[in-house]
């Protein structure tokens, strides 16, 4: 499956922000999730989100992932925007159910950079 994420630009800190992630294939099929890579450092898990949508994991109550399997898209809503938040955000997917480690996925889009200024 390709995945398209969008939604990223310059925000200041203490805004919300809701990036998308758009699949060439049928999102309930998937396990889902969102990552970042902040500059220079390793990829960071955020959330992840199941085939049906009915069961999500996060690391940070900041952040709320969803799916519209109708529209075969995902998102993740960020609320009160830090500037450590400032990273290149990932969507993924796999067959199978979500998982933390960035390892497990083997769909990735080419990310969505986020800067938010203090």
């Known amino acids: 499956v390709q995945l398209q994420a969008s939604g990223g630009g310059l925000v200041q800190a203490g805004d919300s922000l809701r990036l998308s992630c758009a699949a060439s294939?049928?999102?309930?099929?998937?396990?889902m999730a969102w990552f970042r890579r902040p500059s220079g450092k390793d990829l960071e898990f955020l959330a992840s989100?199941?085939?049906?949508?009915n069961s999500v994991d996060y690391v940070d109550g900041r952040f709320t992932i969803s799916k519209d399997n109708a529209k075969n898209m995902a998102y993740l809503q960020i609320n009160t925007l830090k500037p450590e938040d400032t990273a290149r955000y990932f969507c993924?997917?796999?067959?199978?159910?979500?998982?933390?480690?960035?390892?497990?996925?083997?769909?990735w889009g080419q990310g969505t950079l986020v800067t938010v200024s203090s």
């Open positions: 294939d049928r999102t309930n099929k998937y396990g």
């Open positions: 993924a997917a796999r067959k199978g159910p979500p998982r933390r480690d960035p390892d497990q996925y083997d769909s």
């Open positions: 989100i199941n085939w049906s949508g």
